[in-house]
């Protein structure tokens, strides 16, 4: 493949001279969306390249996508992909690569300023590098060296536990279960991931009260529910194939109520572009009703419309709960319900910012339902109270039995493709006690049993400097995690960082005294070992569990598979402490899958299971059977404490978001065009009413202040106000620069995930 080179015009510092603001739009995908994606494929990879991986790509004998978890419909289409997944893929298969002579030019003091947007573009990662204590720049070297070197220094450590080792959730089922046997073999459950910035309080409030932190639902109940509630996320930019859902849902007469500070483009009219409705008609309108939340109000909101289904059962008792199911299958009924008597209307109205009619509607909505499903994202998930907040999604659906019925549940909504799977794969900090004894079994080996450090906890470790090695499994831990500048100072105070990677991001350029960086194989890329072509799996949203084959050949050939480096680390790092068949494993992954068999509830059949079209779903519970893994062996019912924001006058609570053309810490271009956001990402988004109040105006440049008790203000500088019709008293700035206002110490009670939905800052304008 012969090599191309990036555009020398990309700008590689936060300044954006060309920024235009125009006026958000009221839909989403259509014919735009289709030129969109195949000009950037066509022009980037070559019409045969982009071909091949575009007609791959999410289907039976194909490749996973790597932008998002959400499912596979059962009957695919040709062409199974949408907009921001052609991004990820053009992306990924790019046929830049980082030539040697960069390493040379270009020193890490250079490049500390350099935006994630410019990284990227420079093209996949060929030969691992390496940075000496003491060097401003990486240079080449060679696989063994670079694993002797890691081996050295982990070997070297006091105690197993000043290692950390992080998870990217586009590590295949495989690799993770391979990646948490060599840290466990190597004595330590420091295992923090990604989900521990996201999702992680939708897991710790399901497990306690579903006894599983996963979707009660599958893909085909959108299409029979009489009610979606979406909750905190925007479908249109962070998983637009969920849209099709949704038009399901109307096109079969149900029904769909947005709850956002925002409106998004998607949620209110899809085009979508395999219909000819969506292509020269209007499309589909989705949300039949937005309610305009302030950014922290969930939790009060659904303790409103769940006090008010109970109101509507007593004014006519025995038709509006499912007695039945509440004795059958609850507990905690009776303290729930009496927890709300004392709720009050007027705390309510102040949490949320709606008003008694829009909250009396959703709960005539949700009355009249038969079957409803309450899906959400992160815009739940980061709030202080988002644990208890999960837990009042669970209370308002077992009121009337959502729960283990058809076209009814509660989906969470997952955003790497595999983040769920390498949850299941072992790839957790706390995995039980049965997991735990069931590796140890298979391997003849004793793993730890102390619980290890999460996401924010392994950045206080490394502030602290008990934590001395940080190793990535992909990902982008600086650029992902909360208090940017906190987060780089802890992470120069560590002896050596380690990240498998397939292209430059910020955790590169912010390193240990001493860094590596190994290259990895893409999901596009065919994975090809001694024993012949190798496949691996993931499992997405509703637990299903299927085949990702590479299309296209390896960018270079000294890249190497994620398994391959895992069982190259261990190899080096553990040398014979474990008898595990490292190089067998690598050889064929047939083997490592023999092994999560025996070890992972649900896989007993794994190898023929996964080679079925389509794949498999994993058990569960509450969906299949109503039965609840809880200490009670029933679903519970929770009466939590409604804590509304308080903020001081002249502030707003700022939460941080994605653009259109963005995933994750990844950004693919300028622009946001949904919101209408041209050639830059230095704005945020304030109602206009606010701005009046604030005596400010849209245009003006402001410092962005975040305020925190007890600690200094963080500063978010020179941004351009954007009037925007978010919900008053909420204001949204791009995510991960406003990661530099979100306080270490502010995290989600009971998750510990960073809370970047709730910040309180205020504005100084800038002379």
């Known amino acids: 493949m012969s090599r191309r080179s990036p555009d020398a015009a990309l700008p590689e510092h936060a300044e954006y001279p060309d920024l235009a603001v125009g006026h958000p739009k009221r839909e989403a995908a259509g014919a735009e969306a289709v030129v969109r994606s195949l000009e950037a494929s066509v022009r980037q990879l070559g019409p045969a390249r982009a071909a091949r991986l575009l007609l791959n790509v999410n289907q039976k004998d194909g490749f996973d996508c790597m932008s998002c978890a959400w499912p596979d419909p059962g ?82 450590l006091d105690s197993p536990d000043e290692a950390a080792f992080y998870t990217s959730g586009r590590t295949a089922n495989e690799t993770a279960f391979l990646y948490q046997l060599f840290v466990r073999a190597f004595g330590t459950n420091n295992l923090p991931d990604c989900s521990n910035m996201c999702h992680e309080s939708t897991g710790t409030a399901l497990l306690e009260t579903i006894g599983i932190g996963k979707s009660t639902i599958a893909y085909d109940d959108f299409g029979t529910a009489d009610l979606v509630i979406v909750m905190g996320q925007n479908p249109g930019t962070n998983h637009p194939r969920m849209l099709t859902a949704l038009e399901e849902t109307k096109r079969n007469g149900g029904q769909i109520v947005a709850v956002n500070p925002l ?18 008609g209007r499309g589909t309108p989705l949300a039949d009703r937005l309610l305009q939340i302030r950014s922290g109000g969930d939790q009060a909101l659904l303790q409103a419309v769940s006090k008010r289904v109970l109101a509507a059962e007593a004014d006519a008792p025995g038709t509006v709960l499912d007695h039945d199911f509440i004795a059958a299958h609850t507990h905690g009924f009776e303290a729930f319900a009496g927890g709300l008597a004392d709720l009050d209307e007027g705390e309510v109205l102040r949490a949320t910012g709606l008003t008694t009619e829009e909250l009396d509607d959703l709960a005539a909505r949700y009355v009249a339902a038969d079957r409803v499903i309450v899906t959400w994202a992160m815009g739940l998930t980061q709030q202080r109270k988002a644990v208890d907040t999960i837990k009042e999604i669970v209370n308002l659906l077992l009121l009337r039995g959502n729960i283990g019925k ?9 955003g790497h493709s595999n983040v769920q799977g390498d949850r299941t ?24 049993r102390r619980h290890g450090l999460d996401s924010v906890e392994t950045l206080r470790g490394l502030q602290a400097g008990r934590v001395k090695v940080f190793v990535a499994m992909g990902g982008n831990f600086v650029g992902a995690i909360s208090d940017t500048a906190a987060a780089e100072s802890a992470m120069r105070g560590a002896r050596l960082t380690v990240q498998v990677s397939t292209k430059l991001n910020r955790s590169h350029v912010i390193t240990g005294e001493e860094a590596i960086i190994l290259p990895a194989l893409g999901r596009t890329e065919v994975d090809l070992q001694e024993s012949g072509p190798q496949f691996v799996s993931v499992e997405d949203s509703v637990c299903a569990v299927h085949a990702s084959h590479g299309a296209v050949p390896p960018i270079g050939d000294d890249v190497r598979s994620e398994v391959a480096i895992v069982a190259g680390l261990a190899r080096a790092v553990l040398g014979d402490r474990v008898d595990v068949d490292w190089e067998g494993m690598t050889r064929d992954y047939d083997l490592i899958r023999d092994h999560i068999s025996r070890v992972v509830p649900g896989f007993q059949s794994f190898n023929d299971d996964v080679r079925r079209k389509g794949g498999f779903v994993l058990p569960n519970g509450p969906r299949d059977s109503r039965t609840f893994a809880t200490a009670s062996g029933r679903a519970e019912f929770t009466a939590t404490a409604l804590e509304p924001i308080e903020v001081p006058p002249g502030r707003l609570i700022l939460q941080t978001l994605r653009s259109h053309d963005q995933f994750n810490t990844t950004i693919y271009s300028l622009d946001d065009r949904y919101r209408g956001i041209r050639k830059g990402r230095d704005v945020v988004f304030v109602n206009p009413d606010d701005l009046d109040d604030l005596g400010l105006a849209d245009g003006d440049r402001v410092d962005v202040i975040s305020e925190w008790p007890g600690e200094p203000d963080r500063v978010l500088p020179d941004q351009r106000l954007v009037a925007y019709p978010t919900a008053r008293g909420s204001a949204a700035a791009y995510y991960p620069e406003a990661n530099v206002l979100v306080p270490l110490g502010s995290t989600a009670l009971g998750s510990n995930t960073p809370v970047s939905k709730a910040v309180i800052v205020r504005f100084n304008r800038r002379a």
């Not at 040709?78 to 997944?85: D, L, Q, R």
């Open 75 to 156: 009957h695919r289409s040709v062409v199974e992909f949408c907009e921001n997944g052609a991004k990820a893929i053009t992306w990924e298969a790019t046929p830049i690569t980082v030539p040697r002579s960069f390493w040379a030019e270009r020193s890490l003091s250079s490049l500390a300023d350099a935006t994630e947007y410019w990284l990227g573009q420079q093209g996949r990662l060929t030969e691992p590098v390496h940075k000496a204590a003491g060097s401003d720049h990486y240079e080449p070297i060679g696989w063994d060296e670079a694993f002797a070197i890691i081996a050295d220094r982990l070997n070297a």
């Open 263 to 280: 409106p998004e483009a998607g949620l209110v009219r899809y085009r979508n572009p395999q219909k000819v409705r969506g292509l020269v």
């Open 406 to 414: 058809p076209g009814a549940g509660a989906s969470p909504i997952r």
């Open 425 to 448: 794969m072992g790839v957790w900090e706390k995995m039980p006690e049965s997991f735990l004894a069931a590796l140890g079994r298979e391997f003849s080996f004793e793993p730890p």
